[in-house]
Structures are given as C-alpha cells and as structure tokens.
C-alpha cells in the first residue's frame, strides 16, 4: 500500500453520511495533500459500523491511500503539475451487506476544455473473512455474477475500440485470461474501466448493462 511518509498533509476533515442501504455507512472525508508546489484536494471513503474493528480499520487505510493522487504529489516538480490543477474524487456505485463497489477518480484539469479522467475501482464484501493483502481483498466479477467469464464482456470492450478509434488490449478481456482489469459494479451496469490493462488503473468508462451478461 502507498507509503504517505514524505507528503505533508494540510487538512480539514468533512463527514456526511452517504447511504444507508447497507448495516454499514459511508463517510465522506477530505484533506488536502501539498508537496512541492502541488495542493490536491482528495475525497475518499470512510466506512462505520463494522463489527471487525481492526478489518474497519486497514478498510478504511486502504480507501484513503487507494487513487494514485501520491504519484502527481511527489511529481509535481517533475511534471509541472501546477495549483488546482490535479484533485481526487469518488463515488459509491453500490453499498449492500455483502457488495461495496468504489469508483475512484483522479481528475487532470488540462486546460480550459479538457479534463482527463483517471479511474480506479474497488469492489469488496465488507463483511467477509480475508487477508486484507493487496491482491486479495477485493470479490472477482463470478462471485456476483453467476457463471461470468471474461469474453462475456469482450464484444462490448471490442465495439468501444473500434467505435472509438481507442486502442485497447482486447487479450485482457479473453476468457482464461489472467490480466489485471479494473472492473466496477451498480445496481444496474457492469462497469469496466480500459486502457489500463495489466495495471490498476482505466482512462475510459464502459458500462455494460447487467441484465446482459446473465
């Protein structure tokens, strides 16, 4: 997990309750990370009511430092990244019992009309035994959706390419591929974020409707 050790956090705390959909709630924190001559206001999630105390505890350790905002932090001179111009957000996708479903987002401002989006994502059942190591702690798309297999969502990954005119690894979205694809749930859409294949990360946002994939 990131090692925040070298960023001087400057913050304020803001909580507000989410969702109640779930035994659980979602808290919305903030702080600003300032290194160099870089100031990049984050949001991140932060989770209450778990029985697990020391589980809520890393849970709630691995959502802060989850986005890559401590990459642009210690780049700023590197990059000429300037005030205001990098920030991170989320949003909460689904928050059930046994699904919470994260979309993390690291916003670019690029100039006056263009802005880059940068995705991560985490997908969890809060309540269920694991070992909290990265790699392990988050639920695999076949634990949700019965009988998944990674070519169900190739067409989709493919028509996006081509429509697009948007290089993607399609061999990531082959079944039996063992590819790292950062994926997302709602009540409604399988999500996949492309351009990121082997990593942890996605430029673009799919949705593919779930009532689809059964």
């Given at each position: ?6 960023i001087?956090?400057i ?8 969702s ?7 808290l919305?924190r903030t ?7 870089c100031e ?9 009511g ?5 589980k ?6 691995i ?6 905002h401590e ?7 590197k ?21 919470l479903s994260?979309?993390f ?19 969890i ?9 990265v790699?392990?702690l988050?639920i695999?798309?076949?634990e949700?959706i ?15 390419s081509?429509k697009?005119?948007?290089y ?13 694809i ?7 859409n ?8 082997g990593e942890w990360?996605?430029?673009k ?5 779930l009532?689809?994939?059964?």
């Amino acid at each position: 997990m990131k090692n925040l050790k070298y960023i001087l956090i400057i913050g304020f705390l803001i909580y507000g309750c989410e969702s109640k959909n779930a035994e659980y709630e979602i808290l919305k924190r903030t702080k600003i990370i300032k290194k160099d001559n870089c100031e990049i206001p984050i949001s991140y999630p932060e989770i209450k009511g778990l029985l697990d105390k020391v589980k809520m505890g890393k849970l709630n350790e691995i959502f802060e430092d989850y986005a890559e905002h401590e990459y642009y932090a210690h780049n700023c001179k590197k990059t000429d990244i300037k005030k205001n111009q990098v920030s991170g957000n989320y949003k909460i996708l689904l928050q059930t019992d046994s699904i919470l479903s994260i979309e993390f987002q690291t916003l670019i401002n690029r100039g006056r009309t263009k802005k880059d989006t940068v995705y991560h994502s985490l997908v969890i059942n809060p309540k269920q035994k694991d070992t909290l190591k990265v790699g392990l702690l988050g639920i695999e798309p076949n634990e949700i959706i019965p009988n998944f297999e990674r070519g169900m969502i190739y067409p989709y990954i493919q028509k996006y390419s081509s429509k697009n005119n948007d290089y993607v690894n399609l061999i990531a979205y082959e079944t039996g591929s063992n590819y790292v694809i950062t994926w997302a749930i709602s009540e409604k859409n399988f999500i996949v974020y492309v351009g990121g294949e082997g990593e942890w990360f996605g430029n673009k946002k799919i949705e593919i409707p779930l009532n689809e994939l059964k």
